[in-house]
């Protein structure tokens, strides 16, 4: 086979969306996402539906990828898949099925570290960062600031030491008596509150790190107070309420992210996971680019919540450099970048 034509199919499995993705050649032909509603009434992702409904949803998704792009599964030249990290009950059925179709097409397997992943969204459509660059990768699970030198060549250089940013978002807008997933949430009211109204505590951590289990704390505390006075506090400061958390919890990510690239003296910036899509964060980091004169990447919306479309695209680096991993491969719900 020449290298004009390696297509690769690409399987996401970590938390709760079962996606695939063909790439050709490096293009990414599609990002085919089924979304889980069923843990929206737990107010939470529950382990066990999250892999009973990714059994269910990852046959039909691939064969959607396969037909879209206009190819048979015999015209793959590898299967990729996320081994970690995430939920190893969800980890498993992507890794599973992985493994069963590359042996049986007898292609090469590989495996993609989901965090890696996010940051190569860039790289999936024009403008790319140059490198080297920062990457602020902000998701439901992790927060960390990422000194990325090549496609797979990366460096953590700051993350938080409990609370995910994203975690830190839905536990608030749970607080606020707002349904999971509350981050959404808490961003499409604070839009039309005042994000003065209540001043939080901005944790400050040492060197790059990140904290964000305080503002949780201080909020709840604050809450409780009022709603003392008032009972019907929330319901009446609703969008002020939500706008004061989201500056705190973005001003937080602000400071570690310029402290970063003046001390490592970098303008390239780019912001990845589905923290990303928080149009507060966008709009604040868009205007402090301009002020900082920063080179500001954001992926498009449907690359910054977990899809196998960017799972396609560290794929494709890793193989050019002939990364491939055996058919032994386990998955793994903590993995370092």
């Not at 529950?46 to 015209?75: C, D, F, M, T, Y």
């Not at 995910?164 to 808490?186: N, Q």
């Not at 506090?233 to 402290?259: G, V």
């Not at 490592?264 to 780019?270: H, Y």
Request: neutral net charge.
């Amino acid at each position: 086979m020449g290298t004009r034509d390696i297509y690769i199919l690409a399987i996401e499995s970590s938390c709760d969306e079962t996606s695939a993705s063909v790439i050709y050649n490096g293009k990414v032909l599609n990002n085919i996402v089924a979304t889980q509603s069923v843990h929206e009434k737990y107010g939470g992702v529950v382990p066990e539906l999250a892999s009973r409904a990714h059994q269910e949803n990852i046959v039909p998704v691939v064969s959607e990828a396969l037909s879209s792009a206009g190819i048979s599964k015999n015209q793959l030249s590898a299967i990729a898949f996320t081994r970690g990290p995430g939920l190893m009950g969800a980890l498993l059925v992507g890794v599973s099925f992985a493994k069963s179709l590359a042996q049986a097409l007898d292609i090469p397997l590989i495996e993609v570290n989901h965090m890696q992943a996010h940051v190569l969204a860039h790289f999936i459509e024009d403008p790319k960062p140059s490198f080297p660059f920062l990457c602020l990768t902000v998701s439901g699970g992790h927060t960390q600031l990422v000194l990325v030198k090549d496609h797979l060549e990366m460096e953590v250089i700051g993350e938080t030491r409990d609370d995910a940013v994203g975690e830190a978002f839905d536990k608030t807008a749970k607080l606020l008596g707002l349904p999971y997933p509350g981050g959404p949430l808490i961003d499409r009211y604070a839009k039309e509150g005042n994000p003065k109204a209540f001043q939080f505590p901005v944790t400050r951590m040492p060197g790059l790190d990140f904290s964000f289990s305080g503002i949780k704390t201080a909020v709840l505390y604050f809450l409780q107070d009022k709603m003392k006075e008032n009972p019907n506090f929330i319901q009446e400061n609703l969008p002020d309420l939500c706008a004061s958390i989201q500056y705190t919890l973005i001003e937080m990510l602000r400071i570690k992210l310029e402290e970063a690239s003046k001390k490592l003296k970098i303008k390239e910036i780019a912001i990845a996971g589905g923290v990303s899509a928080n149009s507060g964060l966008r709009n604040t980091l868009t205007q402090l680019a301009k002020k900082k004169g920063w080179n500001l990447y954001i992926p498009k919306f449907e690359y910054c919540t977990d899809n196998a479309g960017m799972i396609a695209i560290a794929a494709h680096y890793k193989f050019l450099k002939e990364e491939f991993s055996s058919l032994d491969v386990t998955p793994l719900a903590k993995m370092k970048i």
